[in-house]
């Protein structure tokens, strides 16, 4: 499979937001509330979060499903729902600093953090072996912001960030069926059935994927069921999840979509993405590596476990002992992996048609093995 290539959207070396306050000198009020966290002469940055996870560059695949308009005869009402297998590219930026948001009267100012990313998205779909090892065909960038508000006990109150859990992550049930605008009643079409072979769809039949688990009627009812398959026999050690999304979550607060304006477009009614980021616990073998020896650590091996049997990705190791390994010896190695899952409600025809994206990510750069890795 071709490798994706790192969507690159790199900030100023040294690029940190700070507060300005000091270029007011004595003109700002002496307040024991109001600036409580004023960091202009202060290089302590706000926390991060769970957003501290969020480093360098992550790469995975997954499915994307969605409904598109079909403007062409026979009929401009069928709707096509391609299902590509989709390779991706996550690089983030560095921490962008301590970002002011200045409170009124009683609310207090509230210093932010966070980090920037460029996702760059790849079809890897091949028809003839019903995988994901096809060309890569860009069809998909995007770039945003994400940033991690710290808890507060006044105006606005803010609960704090979430905890790690030590459990197996659990992902809701998603519904691609569409629904009528208001009545909510559902419409299934053809290209949601995976053995139907003559409705319009991309790829139309989906025999080969069916056969080797990448496409199956169960990842069409429910396509969180390719999360839960990413980390079957895994060793999650703990991991955070949290939930964005359009809808307030209190009458008040803003939140909304853009829309393009050119002709009866689809509109984004809701969208919603709930991430869940987990240290994973992987064993890898280090193998004998006596033809390295006596030079110590001048010798390294990259090595992978054997991929998890529906193809989810695990990070590359360097091998690199402390001392001589005659013998093939297991390891344990710690990284951090990104699962997310993607829904938006796009509006048009008189129905609204889910749009669902989900996919694995685990580092792109080598995880190391440190010397503790190794038993004594």
């Known amino acids: 499979m071709t490798s994706a290539t790192s969507p690159v959207i790199q900030l100023p070396a040294g690029f940190q937001i700070r507060s300005v306050n000091d270029k007011l000198g004595a003109k700002i009020p002496a307040s024991g509330t109001q600036n409580p966290l004023d960091r202009n002469n202060s290089s302590d940055e706000p926390p991060l979060g769970v957003l501290s996870n969020f480093q360098d560059d992550f790469h995975g695949k997954g499915p994307n499903l969605i409904f598109r308009p079909n403007n062409v005869p026979p009929t401009q009402t069928i709707f096509p729902n391609p299902k590509s297998i989709s390779q991706r590219r996550l690089p983030f930026s560095p921490p962008i600093g301590s970002v002011p948001n200045r409170g009124l009267e009683q609310q207090i100012d509230v210093f932010l953090n966070g980090v920037t990313y460029a996702q760059a998205v790849n079809d890897v779909t091949k028809i003839t072996t019903g995988n994901a090892d096809g060309p890569a065909q860009a069809f998909h960038f995007e770039s945003g912001l994400w940033m991690h508000v710290s808890a507060t006990s006044v105006v606005p109150a803010i609960e704090n ?64 069921t390719v999360l839960s398959n990413a980390i079957a026999g895994q060793n999650i050690t703990s991991f955070f999840v949290f939930t964005v999304s359009t809808t307030p979550v209190e009458p008040g607060l803003g939140s909304e979509t853009a829309n393009t304006q050119t002709g009866p477009n689809a509109n984004v009614a809701q969208m919603q993405s709930t991430s869940w980021v987990g240290t994973v616990s992987t064993r890898y073998i280090a193998a004998d590596k006596t033809a390295c020896w006596p030079i110590p650590r001048q010798c390294f091996l990259l090595i992978s476990p054997t991929p998890n049997v529906r193809g989810a990705p695990n990070p590359v190791c360097p091998v690199n002992p402390p001392h001589e390994v005659t013998i093939d010896t297991p390891i344990m190695v710690t990284s951090t992996q990104i699962q997310y899952s993607k829904q938006a409600q796009l509006n048009f025809a008189g129905r609204s048609w889910p749009h669902v994206s989900v996919a694995t990510l685990v580092p792109q750069a080598p995880q190391k093995a440190p010397d503790s890795a190794f038993p004594a």
């Open 161 to 224: 960030s979430q905890s790690p859990i030590s459990d197996v992550p659990q992902f809701q049930h998603v519904d691609i069926t569409p629904t009528t605008i208001g009545a909510l009643t559902k419409i299934c079409f053809g290209a949601q059935t995976a053995t139907d072979i003559n409705i319009p769809r991309l790829p139309q039949d989906l025999t080969n994927f069916i056969a080797t688990g990448t496409v199956t009627q169960m990842i069409l009812d429910d396509p969180n």
